[in-house]
């Protein structure tokens, strides 16, 4: 019984992940805290995982772009200089 109680579990989760992907996120994040690891969305979570890690790439790429960009014109565009480009160049947030 428990097979079948699993199979229909995990096609629930799978339409969950296609009609609301927040759902998905905290039924995921609720099967994973109570241990019940048999009846997580596999292959959606593994979609999920490596799209966000592409996304924190690009994120990385484009805030390192920017900052190099503001860098270069703070010491090459001296009459130029902005308060934006001060900020983002000494502002720069940790997260």
Request: aromatic fraction near 8%.
């Amino acid at each position: 019984m428990d097979g079948v109680v699993n199979a229909g579990n995990a096609m629930l989760e799978t339409d969950l992940y296609e009609t609301d992907e927040t759902a998905w996120l905290e039924e995921t994040s609720r099967l994973i805290r109570e241990g019940r690891l048999q009846e997580l969305d596999y292959p959606h979570l593994q979609e999920y995982l490596l799209d966000m890690a592409k996304r924190d790439r690009r994120e990385v790429r484009s805030r390192l772009i920017q900052l190099i960009a503001h860098i270069l014109k703070w010491q090459h565009q001296l009459d130029s200089r902005s308060s934006s480009w001060k900020r983002s160049v000494f502002d720069q947030p940790s997260s």
